[in-house]
T-cell receptor, first 115, second 112 residues
């Protein structure tokens, strides 16, 4: 597609529920990133995929968070047993290669609210 | 660890005013530096970047110079427009790393 597409744009859920957030990157972009932006903060790195594999998942806060990219294109961020502290905007970005040398294109984000 | 500190907002200016948004960084080596912008309802966009000391990044009338001696990358524009109203993020990435480290962002309001 022309840009990075994220769905849903807004998600409201109850504490303890399971949530999936989807990212559809720009066609041909091998690198895909997930960031989390809490209110009043800058984006914080969660995980980086190069192709199908997670090259760096050091930013995932705990084992309730998991992300996949099975075919090297679309990625899904999965959050189990959601907590109120998980409320944030989850940003996805893609690039031709790793972010040091290539410009990242960000999606508009998925706003998650945990009640 | 590596980090970015930028001036807190909101910053409110009149149209055609001069803009400076301060940004300083802490890093163990020599990072590449960026300014990203987030317009209302849109995704983050790269505004400009500089990859080594004394480089000047520029775009859309905005400029920032990589100052190693003061570990700074201040964003400037000589004459702002209402359409520049947005949130601006200073950021860095270390050489051969894969994660961009962002500042907290500065919200800019330009009044007509």
């Amino acid at each position: 597609g022309a840009g990075v597409s994220q769905t849903p744009s807004n998600k409201v859920t109850e504490k303890g529920k399971y949530v999936e957030l989807r990212c559809d990157p720009i066609s041909g972009h091998t690198a895909l990133y997930w960031y989390r932006q809490s209110l009043g903060q800058g984006p914080e790195f969660l995980i980086y995929f190069q192709g199908t594999g997670a090259a760096d998942d050091s930013g995932l806060p705990n084992d309730r968070f998991f992300a996949v990219r099975p075919e090297g294109s679309v990625s899904t961020l999965k959050i189990q047993r959601t907590e109120r502290g998980d409320s944030a905007v989850y940003l996805c970005a893609s690039s031709l290669g790793y972010s040091g040398a290539n410009v990242l294109t960000f999606g508009a984000g998925s706003r998650l609210t945990v009640l | 660890g590596d980090s970015v500190t930028q001036m807190e907002g909101p910053v409110t200016l009149s149209e055609e005013a001069f803009l400076t948004i301060n940004c300083t960084y802490t890093a163990t080596g020599y990072p590449s530096l960026f300014w990203y912008v987030q317009y209302p309802g849109e995704g983050l966009q790269l505004l400009l970047k500089a990859t080594k000391a004394d480089d000047k990044g520029s775009n859309k009338g905005f400029e920032a110079t990589y100052r190693k001696e003061t570990t700074s990358f201040h964003l400037e524009k000589g004459s702002v427009q209402v359409s520049d109203s947005a949130v601006y993020f200073c950021a860095l990435i270390m050489n051969r790393d894969d994660k961009i480290i962002f500042g907290k962002g500065t919200r800019l309001h330009i009044l007509p």
